[in-house]
C-alpha cells in the first residue's frame, strides 16, 4: 500500500516550508535539449518563487526560448527527515526595472538578516537591476513531500 498520500504536504505547509528554505534548484531546458540546472536563492510568495538573474545568463536564454521550469526546494539529511517541493511551473520575465528591482531588495533583504547591510545595498541593487531580469515561477503542477509524517517507519 502506498504511504505517498501521508507525506505529502498540505498548501499551508507547501508555503511554510517554502518560507524556510533558502536555495531552489531550478531546471530549464537548454539549446541542446539537455536540462540546465541552476541553484538560485529566491523569494517565496506563497506556492510562487520570485528570484533574478542577469539577462544574458544562459537560463535567461532557456526561458525566453521556452518560459518553463522545474523548480526543487529540498531539506534534510537523513532518510526519516527528507522533505522537499518539486513544481513544474510556467515562468513570466519581468523586464519591468521597477519590479525587476523590487525583487532585488525583497532578496537583499531576505538574505540579509542585518538590515544595515540591506539598507546599505540599495544602490548595489539598482545598478544591477539594469542587468537583470525578474523570474516569477507560477506552479502548473505540484509535488511535495515530508517523510517526518513517517513518525520513523517506511
Not at 25 to 41: K, M
Not at 52 to 71: E, I
Not at 92 to 116: C, H
Amino acid at each position: 500500500m502506498s504511504r505517498r498520500a501521508g507525506i505529502t504536504m498540505t498548501p499551508e505547509e507547501v508555503a511554510a516550508f517554502l518560507a524556510e528554505g533558502t536555495v531552489a534548484n531550478v531546471a530549464t531546458i537548454g539549446p541542446n535539449g539537455r536540462p540546465h540546472l541552476v541553484p538560485l536563492w529566491y523569494v517565496p510568495k506563497g506556492d510562487v518563487v520570485e528570484t533574478w538573474t542577469y539577462g544574458t545568463s544562459q537560463k535567461a536564454k532557456n526561458l525566453r526560448r521556452l518560459p518553463q521550469a522545474t523548480v526543487l526546494v529540498e531539506a534534510g539529511e537523513s532518510y526519516d527527515q527528507l522533505r522537499g517541493v518539486s513544481m513544474e511551473c510556467d515562468v513570466e520575465l519581468v523586464e519591468d526595472a521597477e519590479r525587476v528591482t523590487r525583487i532585488g531588495f525583497e532578496l537583499t533583504r531576505r538574505y540579509n538578516a542585518n538590515e544595515q547591510v540591506a539598507t546599505a545595498a540599495t544602490q548595489f541593487v539598482r545598478v544591477q537591476a539594469r542587468k537583470r531580469i525578474g523570474l516569477v515561477f507560477r506552479p502548473t503542477g505540484m509535488v511535495s513531500w515530508d517523510h517526518r509524517k513517517l513518525g520513523g517507519t517506511y
